[in-house]
């Protein structure tokens, strides 16, 4: 079993910057995988990025340049830092933990609660 509490959310201006933290307990973080997905209203759930146990990183498109996802092991912690922010950014933004890295959230084993980021122009 895998707990994980998201943080860091809230209303920022577009352009500015986020960074949502993602608190685990359980299993031993430094065998877990860790990715970030959204949610905009009406939309199904979308891949953000994710981090391999080595420090292996991928990212959506929508993210590249300007999202950078990281892990600090010691504190069994994953983080996603997002700069530039966009109105489109506008959604939940859920950390899930797996045994490997997959962009299709069906496949992940453990969510969090989700953090609310909202973008204003």
């Known amino acids: 079993q895998v707990q994980l509490v998201e943080s860091g959310g809230g209303l920022v201006q577009a352009g500015s910057s986020v960074t949502l933290s993602c608190a685990t307990s359980g299993r031993t973080f430094s065998t877990t995988v860790l990715a970030w997905f959204r949610q905009a209203p009406g939309k199904e759930r979308e891949f953000v990025a994710g981090?391999?146990?080595?420090?292996?990183?991928t990212y959506a498109d929508s993210g590249k340049g300007r999202f950078t996802i990281s892990r600090d092991n010691a504190k069994n912690t994953g983080y996603l830092q997002m700069n530039s922010l966009k109105r489109e950014d506008t959604a939940l933004y859920y950390c899930a933990a797996a045994g490997a890295l997959f962009t299709t959230p069906t496949l992940y084993d453990y969510w969090g609660q989700g953090t609310q980021v909202t973008v204003s122009s």
């Open positions: 981090i391999t146990q080595k420090g292996y990183t």
